[in-house]
């Protein structure tokens, strides 16, 4: 499966996106922020960014008031999901111009949509920013 | 319910509207997502799409952010997806997406729209259909839409393409019959030179290469030839990561791999591909002498950089190189152990695992003391991390690395008193798991009891309150051993154990019966009736008693010596304090606590005229009453000095079932038979003392009176006994909070010699781990019982899943089979599993031929080759080409026919090739 899930999560510990992978019920992803949000959120910046959990671990950064929270199988390579968190922060910021906790409130169905563009049943799809703006962009062109 | 008017679609809130209302918050978040999803419920039924589909859109938002159900809206998103508009669409699969799961009613609805934009011209529609289709796709869908997604993968559209590639993985997993439709494009798509393309294909194997590694061993060529020539730092993670699975399977690919990997390793300035190169080596090149020197190097500069992500990873290498390579962590301990101040918990966790992987017997005393004072410094959480990895691994194989349990019981002791500890519970077991297995070991065992049970600071902490039961049973166990039994019936009946809870009380005052036994059977049995018991008298029933348990007297004689004496004065003033002691727990709650102090104080009232009379030198009036007082001693002591031992984990199991028993006939009756009995705790505490009370007295056929004169005795025995120990009485109008008043047992400001840790853990792991002969321990170590039930491991029953299993065998075919079992243009009637089943034995056969023509024949092994390789002309040439190169690589030119070499090669060896492998082709030159 390689990412489990990918949380968006700003300070105060509220959930601005959420994409996972595999199905939880709503409950069970409650549960799951709720525990993974205490536990990250409790972290310094003079901590390592890998916190294990159940049975996998997240690898989490912290941009301004947002965290970015991914979730990975244990043999996952966790110095490559954060290079693919920060290609993400890049590819929305290159979009949103100065990305910010809003922007990504306001466009949720683009932030996914752009998240879709990177990650597909949890494998890494696309890693270059112009390939995964070309398609967003023309579709807010159309629109 | 009516739908939404004209006015409600015109005056629809949007998406941004809702934002906006739930930010401002006038009305409350709840209350304001409520109204919200009101609304929705009611415009998402609106016939107008695109009122619906903002509706969809809003549910989508609260549903991913605020955790409201949208099941109820999965035909709703259904219609939405019909919507010939592509920004509906998108709203609609999005919702999909989100919601749907295998148990979602209506999720066969969506096939047939799924098809259609599929098989859409719009390149945006089929990536969001095939994007959907990998989150939802169940069996049915997966196996409906096979041919759909088998034309999808070869695609003009890289960027379709790409995306059907990622999707096989989810079809693949959900119904593996369409491995032997799609799989054969799945592997041309691994010659293609798209990056794009690559990394999604080569995402797909490591995944699938993860589950069944076997399977893909087959592909080691174009796997080969992407890591030497990938330029994409992530494709080369994933594919060494799929070399990490395939490598241990075969040694002849390990050694053309390990070079490669190297070198990526020196030329690399990525650290995310630099640590991939290191995990790999260390998991699974680990023979490769040189590639783990590279790496171990890689890794010391992670562990010395500042940035606590690389210093994390680096530990986590370590530990992995730690089960075969224990040298690597030795030569870099000086970071590990400095880590273990670190200020953040998951590396100190990390470098704790190391520190206990450098354990061994040579040097467990001495790391186990630095470790217990890093510990003493530690916050909670990390102190009691400490604790528990020093306690499993200690007892590890039934104690295997301890010599000397004299010392590990003291640091037991040890451990139980630092103020953070709360693994009571494993110190426990520990205890009496030592008990009862070493018999040497009980002297110490005592005396680290009596140590905890004296110690009423303790009785405060709940954490300690299972080691202290611990001590208590041992105390109660083993106390011939004990120099002072006097000591621990204070101790156990020390007014400061009303803090206990009962079930905890209860084996406190079993223990108490049991010491109370042995000094009276001292006293009167062993001793004679004669007054002034003295040390030697103890000493020979000790002696006595150990000899009679088989054990080795020598070590206890010493200590013997100098127990106290018992004379007939102290055991009337044992008696009188187990009576003050235990009358008040007679009304205790506790049934338990209820029963053994009954049962105690029962006994000192057979016994209690005996040695009243003994201590007023009145021994001919008592004569008659006086041996049977004694008879009942020796009957208890008997009853006690059974020894207990350890217990198998099977021993309920060997039991015989005797003949006619059905173990849980009449257990639906007990409920019926309990549920008239009434609560007896309640009865009890009411109104039952003072008529138990008589019981009691009726019971010991020695009637006493008690008068003013020995009640006055009693009082002043409690006064002086309040002067003696002091300590031990709680001050008058307190009684809970006095925890508290008392210093932590084992104050870390008061240890002083805690700063240089760091460095004598350094030597001592310096020292221990430079391999040396065995030291001479001063004793041998002793026997530990153990049974050989608790050696067993449990069977592992390797239980493969049957869609893995299916999965794989269908990889298999493909890959190992030969060309007829799928003919490319079958692919419109799909094989059902019958004919797979087929198929299979089929297979085997084939392979089994095979294998009997390895040996003798080069024709053979070349057309399997050609079988196995049967893919487009262009594809073997491009490998034979390959191959001639690598082959001028290796100097090995002499030969410009590498299959024939390859075959003698095979001829020259076949015993040294396991027979799995021999189906597997020569990829490897």
């Given at each position: 499966?390689?990412?489990?899930?990918?949380?968006?999560?700003?300070?105060?510990?509220?959930?601005?996106?959420?994409?996972?992978?595999?199905?939880?019920?709503?409950?069970?992803?409650?549960?799951?922020?709720?525990?993974?949000?205490?536990?990250?959120?409790?972290?310094?910046?003079?901590?390592?960014?890998?916190?294990?959990?159940?049975?996998?671990?997240?690898?989490?950064?912290?941009?301004?008031?947002?965290?970015?929270?991914?979730?990975?199988?244990?043999?996952?390579?966790?110095?490559?999901?954060?290079?693919?968190?920060?290609?993400?922060?890049?590819?929305?910021?290159?979009?949103?111009?100065?990305?910010?906790?809003?922007?990504?409130?306001?466009?949720?169905?683009?932030?996914?949509?752009?998240?879709?563009?990177?990650?597909?049943?949890?494998?890494?799809?696309?890693?270059?920013?112009?390939?995964?703006?070309?398609?967003?962009?023309?579709?807010?062109?159309?629109? | 319910?009516?739908?939404?008017?004209?006015?409600?679609?015109?005056?629809?809130?949007?998406?941004?509207?809702?934002?906006?209302?739930?930010?401002?918050?006038?009305?409350?978040?709840?209350?304001?997502?409520?109204?919200?999803?009101?609304?929705?419920?009611?415009?998402?039924?609106?016939?107008?799409?695109?009122?619906?589909?903002?509706?969809?859109?809003?549910?989508?938002?609260?549903?991913?952010?605020?955790?409201?159900?949208?099941?109820?809206?999965?035909?709703?998103?259904?219609?939405?997806?019909?919507?010939?508009?592509?920004?509906?669409?998108?709203?609609?699969?999005?919702?999909?997406?989100?919601?749907?799961?295998?148990?979602?009613?209506?999720?066969?609805?969506?096939?047939?729209?799924?098809?259609?934009?599929?098989?859409?011209?719009?390149?945006?529609?089929?990536?969001?259909?095939?994007?959907?289709?990998?989150?939802?796709?169940?069996?049915?869908?997966?196996?409906?839409?096979?041919?759909?997604?088998?034309?999808?993968?070869?695609?003009?559209?890289?960027?379709?393409?790409?995306?059907?590639?990622?999707?096989?993985?989810?079809?693949?997993?959900?119904?593996?019959?369409?491995?032997?439709?799609?799989?054969?494009?799945?592997?041309?798509?691994?010659?293609?030179?798209?990056?794009?393309?690559?990394?999604?294909?080569?995402?797909?194997?490591?995944?699938?290469?993860?589950?069944?590694?076997?399977?893909?061993?087959?592909?080691?060529?174009?796997?080969?030839?992407?890591?030497?020539?990938?330029?994409?730092?992530?494709?080369?993670?994933?594919?060494?990561?799929?070399?990490?699975?395939?490598?241990?399977?075969?040694?002849?690919?390990?050694?053309?791999?390990?070079?490669?990997?190297?070198?990526?390793?020196?030329?690399?300035?990525?650290?995310?591909?630099?640590?991939?190169?290191?995990?790999?080596?260390?998991?699974?090149?680990?023979?490769?002498?040189?590639?783990?020197?590279?790496?171990?190097?890689?890794?010391?500069?992670?562990?010395?950089?500042?940035?606590?992500?690389?210093?994390?990873?680096?530990?986590?290498?370590?530990?992995?190189?730690?089960?075969?390579?224990?040298?690597?962590?030795?030569?870099?301990?000086?970071?590990?152990?400095?880590?273990?101040?670190?200020?953040?918990?998951?590396?100190?966790?990390?470098?704790?695992?190391?520190?206990?992987?450098?354990?061994?017997?040579?040097?467990?005393?001495?790391?186990?003391?630095?470790?217990?004072?890093?510990?003493?410094?530690?916050?909670?959480?990390?102190?009691?991390?400490?604790?528990?990895?020093?306690?499993?691994?200690?007892?590890?194989?039934?104690?295997?690395?301890?010599?000397?349990?004299?010392?590990?019981?003291?640091?037991?002791?040890?451990?139980?008193?630092?103020?953070?500890?709360?693994?009571?519970?494993?110190?426990?077991?520990?205890?009496?798991?030592?008990?009862?297995?070493?018999?040497?070991?009980?002297?110490?065992?005592?005396?680290?009891?009596?140590?905890?049970?004296?110690?009423p600071a303790l009785l405060g902490n709940s954490f300690l309150h299972?080691?202290?039961?611990?001590?208590?049973?041992?105390?109660?166990?083993?106390?011939?051993?004990?120099?002072?039994?006097?000591?621990?019936?204070?101790?156990?009946?020390?007014?400061r154990?009303s803090l206990l809870?009962?079930?905890?009380?209860?084996?406190?005052?079993?223990?108490?019966?049991?010491?109370?036994?042995?000094?009276?059977?001292?006293?009167?049995?062993?001793?004679?009736?004669?007054?002034?018991?003295?040390?030697?008298?103890?000493?020979?029933?000790?002696?006595?008693?150990?000899?009679?348990?088989?054990?080795?007297?020598?070590?206890?004689?010493?200590?013997?010596?100098?127990?106290?004496?018992?004379?007939?004065?102290?055991?009337?003033?044992?008696?009188?304090?187990?009576?003050?002691?235990?009358?008040?727990?007679?009304?205790?709650?506790?049934?338990?606590?209820?029963?053994?102090?009954?049962?105690?104080?029962?006994?000192?009232?057979?016994?209690?005229?005996?040695?009243?009379?003994?201590?007023?030198?009145?021994?001919?009036?008592?004569?008659?009453?006086?041996?049977?007082?004694?008879?009942?001693?020796?009957?208890?002591?008997?009853?006690?000095?059974?020894?207990?031992?350890?217990?198998?984990?099977?021993?309920?199991?060997?039991?015989?079932?005797?003949?006619?028993?059905?173990?849980?006939?009449?257990?639906?009756?007990?409920?019926?038979?309990?549920?008239?009995?009434?609560?007896?705790?309640?009865?009890?505490?009411?109104?039952?003392?003072?008529?138990?009370?008589?019981?009691?007295?009726?019971?010991?056929?020695?009637?006493?009176?008690?008068?003013?004169?020995?009640?006055?005795?009693?009082?002043?025995?409690?006064?002086?006994?309040?002067?003696?120990?002091?300590?031990?009485?709680l001050?008058?109008?307190k009684s809970e909070v006095i925890s508290n008043d008392y210093p932590p047992a084992?104050?870390?400001?008061?240890?002083?010699?805690?700063?240089?840790?760091?460095?004598?853990?350094?030597?001592?792991?310096?020292?221990?781990?430079?391999?040396?002969?065995?030291?001479?321990?001063?004793?041998?170590?002793?026997?530990?019982?153990?049974?050989?039930?608790?050696?067993?491991?449990?069977?592992?029953?390797?239980?493969?899943?049957?869609?893995?299993?299916?999965?794989?065998?269908?990889?298999?075919?493909?890959?190992?089979?030969?060309?007829?079992?799928?003919?490319?243009?079958?692919?419109?009637?799909?094989?059902?599993?019958?004919?797979?089943?087929?198929?299979?034995?089929?297979?085997?056969?084939?392979?089994?031929?095979?294998?009997?023509?390895?040996?003798?024949?080069?024709?053979?092994?070349?057309?399997?080759?050609?079988?196995?390789?049967?893919?487009?002309?262009?594809?073997?040439?491009?490998?034979?080409?390959?191959?001639?190169?690598?082959?001028?690589?290796?100097?090995?030119?002499?030969?410009?026919?590498?299959?024939?070499?390859?075959?003698?090669?095979?001829?020259?060896?076949?015993?040294?090739?396991?027979?799995?492998?021999?189906?597997?082709?020569?990829?490897?030159?």
């Open positions: 499966m390689g990412i489990r899930f990918i949380l968006m999560v700003n300070k105060q510990g509220q959930t601005r996106l959420a994409q996972y992978y595999e199905w939880l019920t709503l409950e069970e992803r409650r549960a799951l922020e709720g525990e993974i949000v205490r536990k990250c959120l409790a972290r310094n910046e003079q901590q390592c960014s890998f916190v294990e959990h159940r049975n996998y671990k997240i690898v989490y950064r912290r941009y301004a008031s947002l965290f970015f929270l991914v979730g990975v199988d244990n043999d996952e390579n966790e110095l490559a999901i954060l290079e693919f968190i920060h290609l993400l922060v890049e590819t929305m910021d290159r979009h949103f111009g100065n990305v910010c906790e809003l922007d990504i409130m306001f466009h949720l169905e683009k932030a996914h949509f752009m998240l879709e563009e990177m990650v597909m049943n949890g494998c890494i799809v696309e890693t270059s920013k112009a390939q995964i703006l070309t398609p967003v962009q023309l579709l807010e062109k159309t629109s | 319910m009516s739908g939404p008017s004209l006015m409600d679609s015109l005056f629809q809130r949007t998406l941004e509207d809702l934002i906006k209302g739930l930010r401002q918050q006038l009305i409350g978040e709840q209350a304001f997502i409520s109204k919200a999803l009101e609304e929705i419920r009611k415009e998402i039924k609106s016939t107008d799409l695109s009122t619906k589909s903002t509706a969809l859109l809003k549910l989508c938002y609260l549903s991913n952010l605020h955790f409201h159900d949208m099941s109820f809206a999965a035909f709703h998103a259904l219609e939405v997806l019909s919507s010939p508009r592509f920004s509906h669409k998108k709203i609609a699969y999005h919702a999909i997406s989100l919601s749907f799961h295998d148990s979602t009613p209506v999720l066969l609805l969506i096939t047939n729209h799924l098809r259609k934009d599929l098989t859409s011209t719009n390149e945006f529609e089929v990536s969001l259909s095939l994007q959907c289709l990998s989150r939802i796709a169940n069996v049915d869908l997966a196996r409906d839409l096979t041919p759909e997604v088998f034309t999808l993968l070869s695609s003009n559209k890289l960027y379709v393409r790409k995306r059907a590639v990622a999707v096989v993985l989810r079809v693949f997993e959900k119904y593996p019959d369409s491995v032997r439709v799609c799989f054969k494009r799945l592997v041309e798509n691994l010659e293609n030179y798209d990056p794009q393309i690559l990394s999604a294909v080569v995402g797909v194997f490591s995944e699938l290469a993860c589950k069944d590694p076997r399977s893909y061993l087959p592909l080691a060529p174009e796997f080969y030839k992407i890591l030497v020539d990938s330029k994409s730092n992530w494709i080369s993670i994933k594919v060494l990561k799929i070399f990490a699975k395939l490598a241990p399977l075969e040694p002849r690919l390990a050694n053309r791999v390990v070079e490669p990997i190297c070198d990526l390793m020196r030329k690399t300035g990525a650290k995310s591909l630099l640590f991939e190169c290191v995990r790999t080596v260390v998991t699974s090149f680990s023979e490769y002498e040189s590639a783990v020197r590279l790496a171990v190097e890689k890794i010391r500069e992670f562990l010395v950089d500042e940035d606590p992500n690389l210093k994390y990873l680096g530990l986590h290498a370590l530990s992995i190189v730690a089960s075969k390579h224990l040298w690597v962590v030795s030569e870099n301990k000086e970071v590990v152990i400095k880590s273990l101040s670190d200020p953040d918990p998951n590396i100190k966790i990390e470098s704790l695992r190391l520190v206990m992987a450098m354990v061994s017997e040579h040097n467990v005393a001495e790391i186990s003391k630095v470790l217990v004072n890093y510990a003493l410094k530690s916050d909670p959480l990390f102190c009691n991390e400490i604790l528990g990895s020093i306690l499993s691994t200690c007892s590890r194989n039934v104690y295997e690395i301890i010599v000397d349990f004299d010392w590990y019981v003291s640091l037991l002791g040890e451990m139980s008193r630092i103020p953070h500890c709360q693994m009571g519970e494993e110190i426990e077991n520990q205890f009496i798991d030592i008990g009862l297995r070493v018999k040497d070991v009980r002297p110490e065992l005592v005396r680290v009891a009596r140590d905890l049970l004296i110690d299972r080691v202290l039961s611990a001590a208590a049973w041992v105390s109660g166990e083993y106390v011939e051993f004990s120099r002072n039994p006097l000591e621990f019936m204070e101790a156990l009946l020390q007014p154990t809870p009962p079930s905890i009380m209860a084996i406190y005052i079993q223990s108490a019966f049991k010491v109370l036994v042995f000094c009276l059977h001292t006293c009167f049995v062993r001793g004679g009736s004669t007054a002034g018991v003295s040390a030697s008298a103890s000493y020979e029933s000790f002696d006595d008693l150990s000899v009679e348990n088989g054990a080795d007297s020598t070590v206890a004689h010493g200590q013997t010596c100098t127990s106290a004496p018992i004379t007939n004065e102290s055991i009337v003033n044992l008696l009188k304090l187990v009576e003050l002691a235990l009358s008040p727990l007679l009304g205790s709650h506790d049934v338990e606590v209820q029963e053994r102090a009954r049962n105690l104080l029962g006994f000192v009232d057979l016994i209690k005229l005996e040695a009243l009379n003994s201590s007023g030198q009145e021994e001919n009036d008592s004569e008659r009453k006086g041996v049977e007082a004694t008879k009942i001693i020796r009957l208890v002591h008997d009853a006690f000095s059974k020894e207990l031992g350890p217990v198998s984990l099977t021993a309920q199991g060997k039991v015989p079932v005797p003949d006619g028993l059905t173990l849980n006939e009449n257990l639906g009756d007990l409920e019926t038979i309990c549920g008239d009995i009434e609560l007896p705790s309640s009865n009890t505490f009411s109104f039952g003392y003072p008529s138990e009370e008589k019981d009691v007295s009726s019971f010991s056929n020695l009637q006493i009176k008690e008068d003013s004169g020995q009640s006055n005795e009693s009082t002043s025995l409690l006064a002086e006994h309040r002067k003696r120990h002091g300590l031990y009485y001050p008058s109008g084992n104050d870390p400001a008061l240890q002083g010699d805690n700063n240089d840790n760091a460095s004598d853990l350094v030597k001592l792991t310096a020292e221990s781990l430079v391999p040396k002969r065995k030291p001479n321990h001063s004793k041998p170590r002793p026997v530990v019982v153990k049974l050989d039930e608790v050696d067993e491991k449990p069977v592992a029953v390797k239980q493969l899943e049957s869609r893995d299993d299916s999965l794989s065998g269908a990889v298999r075919d493909i890959l190992f089979g030969s060309e007829d079992i799928l003919p490319t243009s079958s692919r419109s009637n799909l094989p059902n599993s019958n004919r797979k089943g087929k198929k299979k034995q089929h297979m085997i056969t084939q392979v089994e031929s095979k294998e009997n023509v390895v040996d003798d024949g080069n024709s053979s092994s070349r057309r399997r080759k050609d079988h196995s390789h049967g893919k487009e002309r262009r594809h073997r040439k491009k490998n034979a080409e390959e191959r001639n190169e690598t082959d001028r690589k290796e100097k090995e030119s002499s030969s410009n026919h590498p299959r024939r070499h390859k075959s003698r090669q095979r001829a020259e060896e076949p015993l040294k090739v396991p027979p799995q492998t021999s189906v597997i082709p020569d990829f490897l030159l």
